[in-house]
């Protein structure tokens, strides 16, 4: 009898003893949603939100235990709903979606922009100089002097240097658009403007010169377009040297700080403008920076939350008009004593973590290979079967990975990963690896470390959108000390340029016979 009594006790006290915990989490849960919401409204004069870019979890379902949530992996990635301030019928959603219409498709045509200029200024390009020959021919040709060798040699040369200049210019300009940078490219521009005024001024001369006066000797308006097509590709040699020969040579070392996690990697440039600069950090990002995860970033976040959620303020002397500036006080005060013994649960937090990591990764890996060998043996029954009916590497994946799936989810929800894989993608990376025939330590190196953000679905980095932040003219050379900032929507990166200093080398003689020696042996010996 007393046992029971003990036993209901304990209980009783245990149970009150999680409703707190779980009333003080719940608190705390709403403070940061809250806190979210005050930091992104603030944001929203400096970052342009994609309406297209994926949601990132919420940090209350991934530091939540992985033991309560079920075992269905398609029940994972549905978004949890909860209320808001702020609420949207249809029709509201519909007339949102027509408002942002209309900017996305002319965002689409500014971006094709640039290429359309570059095929008419090609087209004007080489259409000039056959017209230079057309014209006489159409104009006056009873008074046209006969073409002779030397004019037809011309005809030759011409029709070679279009056929080049064509072709070069193709491979040169007509690209398709890397990125939609804030400013107009200057060399760009600058090539571009020479051109034209190399074209007017040669129809000025033309139609002065030639079509004025009817000239009559016929060699010499093709020579005048053949030198046309010659200064045509001095202008794109001139093109070569300053889009893609210019920048080469290394002048500034860039660091590159990841603002979330401080992730940093350094990459040496060359004499180009920041929002080029800018263009090449990004492209460099995606292949070298592992994946943003938002989800491990909220546990030092969860247990600041945590600690100022189990204290109470109480007021003794009544409401006051500073009752808040005291309470607020008050926490900082208790909060500052508490901090000597905050490291203590930090420390078993992270060990019983990597233990858990341990743990899960010791099953995951005993299930990926059971799963693997049973491939093997599969295959090995195949061999035996008619042509006809053999298993699609598709159709092996699907079978073998239920016996995996509750390993495997259980780990991407311990180290809060399961928003970066779906199931769709983790079936097809296995059929991926049972058609070319990889081990299962291969097939897990995705899951088991973090890679780059190419390395994972589109939804994670096609759709998302960054802001140029610096003081300085974006279209301006990167110079020594030269700061700027590119902004996602979570995240920024961070970047300080330096220039490389000038290094000098000194040369030192060694004269090859000071390495040689004499050795001398004498020919008596001890006995």
């Known amino acids: 009898m007393d046992t029971e009594s003990i036993h209901s006790g304990y209980s009783h006290h245990s149970n009150r003893s999680r409703g707190s915990n779980k009333q003080s989490e719940r608190s705390s849960r709403d403070r940061h949603k809250s806190h979210s919401q005050d930091s992104s409204s603030r944001s929203d004069k400096n970052v342009t939100i994609s309406t297209s870019s994926p949601q990132p979890p919420q940090p209350d379902q991934s530091s939540a235990p992985t033991d309560a ?33 209309g900017p996305v498709e002319k965002l689409n045509c500014i971006r094709f922009l640039p290429l359309i200029l570059t095929l008419v200024l090609g087209l004007l390009v080489l259409v000039t100089p056959l017209a230079f020959l057309v014209l006489p021919q159409l104009l006056w040709p009873e008074r046209l002097q006969a073409c002779g060798t030397a004019c037809e040699g011309l005809f030759l040369s011409l029709a070679f240097k279009l056929l080049i200049l064509l072709l070069a210019g193709w491979a040169l300009f007509v690209r398709p658009a890397r990125a939609s940078l804030p400013r107009i490219a200057v060399f760009r521009a600058l090539l571009g403007l020479l051109t034209l005024l190399l074209l007017l001024s040669y129809w000025l001369f033309f139609g002065v010169r030639i079509l004025d006066s009817q000239d009559e000797n016929y060699q010499g308006i093709v020579q005048f377009a053949v030198s046309l097509v010659d200064a045509l590709l001095f202008i794109h040699y001139l093109a070569v040297v300053l889009l893609e020969i210019r920048h080469l040579q290394p002048c500034f070392s860039l660091c590159v700080v990841r603002s979330t996690d401080g992730e940093t990697r350094h990459y040496n440039l060359g004499q180009i403008s920041i929002q080029r600069a800018a263009l090449v950090i990004l492209e460099h990002y995606y292949k070298d920076f592992s994946v943003h995860n938002p989800a491990l970033l909220t546990a030092a976040k969860s247990r600041a939350a945590k600690h100022l959620a189990g204290l109470k303020v109480y007021n003794v002397d009544g409401a006051g008009s500073d009752a808040a500036t005291a309470q607020s006080r008050a926490k ?19 060990a019983e973590h990597d233990r858990r990591v341990r743990k899960r990764k010791a099953r995951l890996v005993v299930a990926v290979e059971e799963a693997f060998t049973h491939v093997r043996r599969l ?65 897990l190196e995705s899951y088991l470390m973090s890679g780059p953000t190419l390395q994972y679905g589109r939804e994670c980095w096609q759709s998302r959108q960054w802001t140029l932040i610096s003081e300085a003219s974006v279209t301006s050379p990167l110079r020594h000390g030269t700061e700027f900032q590119l902004k996602s929507s979570d995240f920024s990166l961070v970047v300080t340029s330096k220039s490389i200093p000038h290094l000098k080398l000194s040369e030192e003689y060694v004269n090859p016979k000071s390495h040689k020696f004499v050795l001398q042996l004498q020919s008596e010996t001890s006995v």
Request: a negative charge; charged letters at 25%; aromatic letters at 6%.
């Open 69 to 101: 949530q079920d075992d269905n992996w398609g029940e994972t990635t549905t978004a949890v709903t909860g209320t808001s301030d702020h609420s949207l019928s249809q029709e509201d959603l519909a007339g949102f979606g027509k408002d942002i219409e």
């Open 332 to 350: 900082i005060a208790a909060a500052a004593r508490q901090r000597d013994t905050s490291h203590n649960e930090l420390y078993y937090e992270e």
């Open 379 to 443: 295959q090995e029954e195949e061999k035996k079967k008619p042509p006809g009916d053999e298993m699609d590497p598709r159709e092996a994946a699907q079978a073998i990975f239920p016996s995996m799936a509750r390993a495997l989810q259980k780990y991407l929800r311990t180290t809060r990963q399961q928003h970066c894989h779906s199931m769709d993608s983790i079936q097809a990376h296995l059929a991926f690896c049972i058609t070319h025939n990889m081990t299962p330590k291969a097939f």
